[in-house]
């Protein structure tokens, strides 16, 4: 019933935020009307929406984890690990969920309202989406005991924000268990931080979602570090109420409505009659058309899982293995998120805005993509050993042109609506949504109006896992700059490297190690904003730097032990994971060459600013 309930309800909140900025852009622009506070209230509703998809993500057990342990544990460890997990699990939820309950009382005046509506009550569904979330946990079953367990002790290390609660509801000046308790365990985060941390990370490798491991290690830190562990849901709130934030589900939403509908048949078949008599057409078509979806879902295992199958059709029936054909997919798979309107771009500028501009992120990102989408076609075309070629047809290739017309002229109004300025982000994303919908269930047919309500519940999960990792990975953030830990980090390494390129060294290596450990989202809300005062020190753009990183994270996906797109292709193309990094490596070896060029050549990142 729950579930049933927090679908429909995203649903309508999902479609709400897919109408209303272009919907407002319209009637501005038809009747010069002026909406007051319109960007707040479309941000606020991001908010509401990340929470209902945290709920439903998490109802349908697919929040992003790394679990690259478990399974191989003895049935009986595994019993044992996994009661653990559940235990952590709930204790940071209920934690968090007095946090923010706490926080509900302090984060507003009386009087701020959008809309009308007050924003206490916006906030309030945080703590709503931590208490459904602790609900589902214990309805799942299996670990009843641990699971209360983690409960009593969640509240235990809460119980400083109890008392902000039952001063803001009773005028309670003084609860002195609470006090006293929260006491203690601020005394024991202090003494334990690093052992604490060490647990958070080894209880990601087993399973924990990575949200409440990003969310668990910054409630350690707050706590040893003043108690004010309420900054820790403040913050997810300041960072899913902004404006490029507000752009991620909606540009999720386009991708999983093109991805289910014919656009990527289109879209191939014009590459194939473009390109499909040289040597490698099919390779480029493969390459070229996954890079494209890539780009609008903002997660690469998406693409693998709604295009690898006919990917690997395409190119195994044009003489191309089938090992070679999955690999090559899978090696594709990362390489748009190097390319506008791209969501890891977009979190990134977000992140570091005093640092670094968006638009000129997007223009230093290009030839660096470019070139990694290049290294893969030329390694994917020396091991075609195909003869058999379909001949060149102008009149085959207009054809198919003009069949996929409106998906080709898609990715150039989304750069002329957004490079102009005439869109704002969120407008743009709200275009390609409306754009995409209506192009594949009114004028391609190609699903009704309830399949597409479906298909847009499919994109739920990825944009709600990625966005509760944003906003638990923002809390741990803002501890860290807060603390000053960038300063020092940039008066170490000062001390000891001196020259530029060691230091470039270094970073690649740093980033692929991160990339292998953590996501991409909460790597780039944690890590970059450590790494760029550092790389400012030693002169290096603040764009540069940020193409060195997503490029790094880029090949993270496919470096093992935990690069997230093998487990993905692993499992998509049933395949096991080592023999597929075998077969991966070749195409990581050639992307690990580009980011070295792209790396001590500054020229390709700065070129086009």
Request: aromatic share 10%; net charge neutral.
């Amino acid at each position: 019933m729950l579930n049933r309930i927090a679908r429909a309800t995203t649903l309508v909140v999902l479609t709400a935020l897919a109408l209303l900025p272009i919907a407002l852009k319209l009637v501005s622009l038809a009747f010069g009307v002026q909406f007051l506070s319109a960007d707040l209230a479309q941000v606020n509703l991001v908010f509401v929406f990340a929470a209902l998809a945290g709920v439903l993500t998490s109802a349908e057990g697919k929040q992003l984890s790394l679990a690259v342990l478990t399974e191989r544990l003895p049935a009986r460890a595994r019993a044992i690990v996994t009661a653990g997990c559940a235990a952590i699990v709930a204790a940071v939820l209920t934690a968090l969920f007095l946090a923010s309950l706490s926080e509900l009382f302090m984060a507003f005046a009386p009087g701020d309202k959008v809309w009308g509506i007050p924003l206490p009550l916006v906030f309030a569904s945080l703590p709503a989406m931590y208490f459904a979330m602790i609900y589902l946990a214990f309805r799942r079953g299996g670990h009843l005991a641990a699971t209360a367990v983690g409960c009593l002790v969640g509240v235990l290390i809460a119980s400083g924000p109890i008392a902000g609660v039952a001063y803001s509801l009773f005028k309670i000046e003084s609860l002195s268990p609470a006090t006293k308790a929260f006491d203690l365990w601020m005394a024991v985060a202090d003494k334990g931080m690093w052992p604490f941390v060490l647990l958070f990370v080894a209880a990601a490798a087993l399973g924990v979602p990575l949200f409440v491991t990003l969310a668990g290690i910054a409630y350690v830190a707050f706590s040893q570090g003043g108690g004010y562990v309420e900054m820790i849901p403040l913050e997810s709130y300041n960072i899913l109420t902004d404006k490029g934030i507000a752009a991620i589900p909606l540009f999720t939403l386009a991708g999983y409505l093109l991805a289910e509908g014919s656009a990527g048949k289109r879209l191939l078949a014009v590459v194939n009659h473009s390109v499909g008599w040289l040597r490698g057409g099919a390779v480029i078509a493969a390459v070229l058309v996954a890079t494209f979806f890539t780009t609008f879902t903002g997660a690469s295992g998406v693409t693998i899982l709604a295009l690898g199958g006919l990917l690997t059709v395409i190119l195994t029936g044009n003489g191309y293995s089938r090992e070679n054909a999955e690999s090559l997919v899978t090696a594709s798979g990362a390489i748009g998120l190097l390319f506008p309107p791209s969501l890891a771009i977009i979190i990134y500028g977000t992140t570091n805005i005093f640092s670094v501009d968006f638009m000129a992120l997007f223009k230093g990102a290009i030839i660096p993509g470019a070139l990694l989408a290049l290294g893969t076609i030329v390694l994917g075309v020396a091991r075609d050993t195909s003869r058999e070629r379909s001949p060149f047809s102008p009149k085959e290739l207009g054809r198919a042109a003009l069949n996929s017309l409106p998906e080709l002229l898609l990715p150039a109004f989304i750069a002329i609506g957004y490079f102009s300025g005439f869109l704002s982000l969120i407008e743009t994303a709200s275009f390609t949504a409306c754009y995409a919908f209506v192009l594949e269930a009114f004028v391609r047919r190609d699903f009704s109006l309830k399949d597409a309500g479906k298909i847009a519940l499919k994109s739920v999960p990825v944009a709600g896992g990625v966005l509760v990792i944003i906003g638990a990975a923002k809390g741990l953030a803002y501890f860290m700059i807060d603390a000053g830990i960038p300063n020092m980090l940039t008066d170490f390494v000062m001390s000891f490297v001196h020259s530029k390129y060691v230091f470039l060294l270094l970073l690649n290596l740093l980033l692929l190690v991160v990339g292998c450990l953590m996501d991409l989202y909460s790597a780039i809300l944690v890590v970059s904003p450590l790494i760029i005062p550092v790389a400012e020190s030693f002169g290096i753009h603040p764009v540069h730097t940020g193409v060195i990183f997503l490029t790094n994270l880029a090949l993270g996906f496919l470096t093992p032990p935990v690069g997230m797109n093998l487990f993905i292709a692993s499992y998509t193309f049933e395949r096991p994971i080592m023999r597929l990094v075998r077969s991966v490596m070749p195409y990581l070896l050639v992307q690990f060459a580009v980011l070295m060029l792209v790396t001590y050549v500054p020229w390709f990142s700065l070129v086009l600013l």
